[in-house]
Structures are given as structure tokens and as C-alpha cells.
């Protein structure tokens, strides 16, 4: 969602440099006349959470809102309704989320885990230390177009790379694993191209996305112009550090619009992320829907267009594994949830085998002849 297509908050509401609008005024009115108070969720940590009302930071509980869906509990982003009174405070509901960044835990129960909610700009960023990891950066692309955010991928310490050849051709790299996303590159010890990713997220919600190391807090820095972000120094070898940023906080920005800083991510799981994934990988998309079978695997089948884009230098052999990969993991995370999926699944990889089959005994045919 771009900020210019967002509601128009009230300027004298006191929620309004954190994003209440009239939506929001409207989905709270029932517990308006319940005497709640509107909040919006800047800290969550051990059952309890910070929230930001017209009465200033509150420290609330959520024992109330805990559900057993962990994708219902509160996170930071939700706009919630305090009770107006007590000690502790509790919140009684969260709002409707617009948007929700999901993905799915290393556990071995397969659980969704949220990440942030209500987020307009989803910002990846990539530390230019080392070489970019086009593979993760579409990873997190299409965990970024499934929340429903607009994903942005912002390449960090660009002061790393004085040579302006080099610099744009990295660009150009990613921006061939990220189409339809912007690209910047920004150093924020430097202070380039800052102006223009602050203008890119003022007026919405923005979460920072990444690994350890990639510059997330220093770059939050530099957007709130305010050293509020613990910074540590990170390898020289490898361009990664420790974790910084422990918890998720969202903090009001100078230029407008909230920021979300969020942990160095070390997994990104795939969470029922299909169209995320078809959104990062549009043009194989676009070449499946001329190939000669519509259930086309992109493997061995006559008449694959995809394959014939590779053939042809029109898509690149990593593009393709890398689509194959995200869809393979995908369909795991989903088939574990959705016995449909599961049988579906099933039925495809003896459909699969069956065609192997046939085509080894073909072969082994064709040369006895």
C-alpha cells in the first residue's frame, strides 16, 4: 500500500503521528463507548507490551487477547483497546491488521510466527559488505509481497563500494532478483541516499527487515536522527555481527511515518506464501502461462516456454532453482496444515513418478533398437 493511498489521519489526534485515521476512529467506536482507550503496540515482550496513546506510553497486559493461534497474538504494529483503568492495564482487542508479516518458525510444529503487523513498507536490507544473497533477498521479497506491504530493498553501507561501476552493477543485480521492487543504495555513515528512502516511507508504517550485520540499526538511526538503536561492530570478514535489536520497537519519525526494527533474522521460513512467491518470480509467471501443459513442472516437458527462456539467456538457470526451491518449501509448510494440499500433493508426485517411469523404459527401448 503506497502512503499516498492511506487514509487521511486527523493532524490534532494525538495517534496521529502513528498512524490512526479515520478507519481506524470508525473500527474503534464500539469500544470507544466501552471507555477503552486507542493504542497502538510499540514494544511487546513476556506477555505484557508497551502501547502509545493519547495518554502517553502505557505498559499493558495481554493475558486477555492470547489465543492459541499464534498468528492472533498481539505483536508489535496491532492497534489495540486498553482497559481504561487498572493495574496492570490489559488490552481487550486488537483491531482488524491491513497487513501481517509472517513467517513460519524452525520448530518441528511448523507454526506461523508474526513479525509485525499493519506495515505499508516492508524494507529488506542487505549489507553491501559482502556480496548480495539474491536467494535470501527473494526470500524475504516474497514473504514481504505476501503480508500485503510494499517490499523496498535498500543496500546498506554503499560507502563500502567507492567504485560507482561496481556499485551499479550490484544494484542492477538485485534488481534483477526484485522486479517491481525499488532498489537504493544508501550509506547512512555518509548520509546518501537517506533523503530519498525517508521520503519512500514517510507517512506509512515501515518494518526493517534482515540478518545481523546488515546495518538495520544504524540505518534506523539515521531515519530518526537519533542514536535510539544499539549499534555494534561487526566481522570484517563476512560483513556479519551479533544481534543488536533483541526485541521489535516501533518508534515515530522525524519526516513522519513510523519505523519497525526488528531482530538480525537468521532463519526466513516460507509461510503460506504462494503468491509472494509467484509476485518475486513474475516473469516465469508470465512464461508458464505459454507453456504446453498447464500443470508444467518446468522440468522435462515438451513445449516448456520457461525452459526455452533459458535456452534462449532470457531467464537465467539461478532464477529458476531458486522459484523451484521457495515453491518446493512452500508447498511443505502448506501441505503440513491442509490435508487437501497434502493428498493433492500425493497424487502429483506419482503423477511425477509415473512419467519418470515411462520415459526411462522409453529410453531403455529406444537403445535396444
Known amino acids: 500500500m503506497s502512503s499516498s493511498s492511506l487514509p487521511s489521519p486527523s493532524p490534532s489526534h494525538p495517534l496521529a503521528p502513528y498512524g490512526w485515521d479515520a478507519d481506524r476512529e470508525a473500527e474503534f467506536a464500539p469500544y470507544a463507548e466501552q471507555g477503552c482507550l486507542p493504542g497502538r503496540v510499540v514494544r511487546v515482550d513476556r506477555g505484557q507490551c508497551d502501547v502509545a496513546t493519547a495518554d502517553g506510553v502505557l505498559r499493558a497486559d495481554t493475558a486477555f487477547v492470547t489465543p492459541k493461534d ?49 506495515v505499508d513498507h516492508a524494507i529488506v536490507a542487505v549489507s553491501l559488505a559482502a556480496d548480495p544473497d539474491l536467494a535470501r533477498i527473494e526470500r524475504f521479497l516474497a514473504l514481504a509481497w505476501e503480508s500485503g506491504a510494499q517490499p523496498l530493498v535498500v543496500l546498506t553501507k554503499a560507502d563500502l563500494v567507492p567504485d560507482p561501476v ?157 522459484y523451484r526451491k521457495l515453491m518446493r518449501e512452500n508447498q511443505r509448510i502448506v501441505a503440513k496444515t491442509d490435508a487437501r494440499v497434502r493428498a493433492e500433493l500425493r497424487k502429483e508426485w506419482k503423477r511425477r513418478g509415473a512419467l519418470g517411469k515411462a520415459a526411462m523404459e522409453a529410453k531403455r527401448g529406444g537403445g535396444m533398437r
Open 166 to 322: 561496481t556499485l551499479s552493477h550490484l544494484v542492477q543485480d538485485v534488481e534483477t532478483a526484485a522486479p517491481g521492487v525499488q532498489v537504493l543504495s544508501v550509506s547512512a555513515e555518509q548520509g546518501e541516499g537517506l533523503d530519498v528512502l525517508a521520503a519512500t516511507v514517510a507517512g506509512g508504517t515501515a518494518v526493517l527487515l534482515g540478518q545481523s550485520g546488515a546495518g538495520k540499526s544504524t540505518l534506523a538511526n539515521a531515519l530518526l536522527g537519533a542514536d535510539v538503536m544499539d549499534v555494534r561492530a561487526i566481522r570484517d570478514v563476512d560483513g556479519k555481527g551479533r544481534h543488536t535489536t533483541t526485541t521489535r520497537n516501533l518508534l515515530v519519525l522525524p519526516g513522519g511515518g513510523v519505523l519497525i526494527d526488528t531482530p538480525g533474522l537468521r532463519g526466513v521460513g516460507l509461510w503460506d506464501a504462494n503468491s509472494g512467491v509467484e509476485q518475486v518470480f513474475a516473469e516465469i509467471a508470465e512464461l508458464a502461462e505459454r507453456c504446453r501443459f498447464h500443470d508444467c513442472a518446468h522440468g522435462t516437458e515438451p513445449g516448456c516456454a520457461v525452459l526455452a527462456a533459458i535456452d534462449d539467456g532470457e531467464l537465467s538457470e539461478r532464477r529458476l532453482d531458486s
Open 70 to 118: 499464534p498468528l492472533r497474538v498481539v505483536c508489535t504494529g496491532d492497534w489495540v483497546a486498553v482497559e481504561p483503568d487498572g493495574d496492570p492495564r490489559h488490552v481487550r482487542t486488537c483491531l482488524p491488521r491491513r497487513t501481517a508479516f509472517v513467517r513460519s518458525t524452525s520448530s518441528k510444529r511448523s507454526e506461523g510466527q508474526i513479525l509485525a503487523a499493519n
